[in-house]
């Protein structure tokens, strides 16, 4: 019996620590696990980051809670201007979410080649030459601050620019290596065999994401430790 209510207790906390992080932050689960460098220095491969509805708290010129980094160095989050946030791209809720920095907004058919930092656009040298220009539609050109080009650009970008009801909400704050522990849980559990009830072999379901070439920060949304 003893055994039995320290097992219950102690999945009491947890669920009672979980329930109270997300009245906070506004969002399930409210920790991810970062799987890779493309946010480097500012948060690195297998942080846990805390994430909170962009609604909550914005800051300063926000678009639907959302600062850019093109709103100038008056507001700043993991030492660089603008907001950090978590999305899906292409609005896809299937593929892992996405953690950049928010460097603009801009307005759907806008020709926003002149806006754009020349060190973050590859080799365009007009709007016809760099992708999603004119905007198909109003969103955020992101960028991993690790990377050298916008999530926008390339021959396949990362994503679309991205809408506002692709933005699952915002980076707060970050544990160093505590993710590392969802993360090696979830890569065990993707290289273990499964065998189903006809015989053959399968690969288990467990999330993973592979970075891709194009150096994304994947985020595994399923709640850390």
């Known amino acids: 019996m003893v055994y039995v209510t320290d097992i219950v207790s102690s999945a009491g906390s947890v669920l009672l620590v979980g329930m109270l992080l997300f009245a906070i932050s506004g969002v399930w689960p409210p920790l991810v696990a970062i799987e890779s460098p493309s946010m480097d220095p500012h948060i690195k491969e297998g942080d846990l980051v805390f994430v909170m509805d962009e609604d ?128 090696q849980w979830n890569r065990a559990g993707a290289t273990a065999p499964a065998t189903n009830e006809t015989g053959p072999t399968a690969t288990n379901g467990t999330e993973l994401t592979v970075t891709n070439e194009t150096g994304t920060a994947a985020v595994n949304t399923t709640v850390a430790g």
């Not at 007009?126 to 960028?143: M, R, Y």
Request: hydrophobic share 30%; with cysteine; glycine share 10%.
């Open 56 to 183: 909550r708290f914005s800051g300063p010129a926000d678009h639907h809670g959302v600062v850019t980094a093109a709103n100038g160095d008056s507001y700043r989050k993991f030492q660089h201007p603008g907001d950090v946030i978590v999305y899906k791209p292409d609005g896809n809720g299937r593929q892992t979410p996405i953690i950049h920095r928010a460097m603009l907004w801009v307005e759907a058919d806008e020709n926003w080649y002149d806006r754009a930092n020349e060190n973050y656009i590859g080799s365009a040298n007009n709007c016809e030459q760099l992708t999603s220009c004119p905007a198909d539609h109003a969103g955020f050109i992101t960028k991993g601050d690790n990377n050298g080009r916008y999530d926008q650009v390339g021959t396949t970008p990362i994503s679309d620019p991205v809408k506002p009801g692709w933005v699952v909400g915002t980076a707060e704050l970050r544990v160093p290596l505590l993710g590392q522990v969802r993360l």
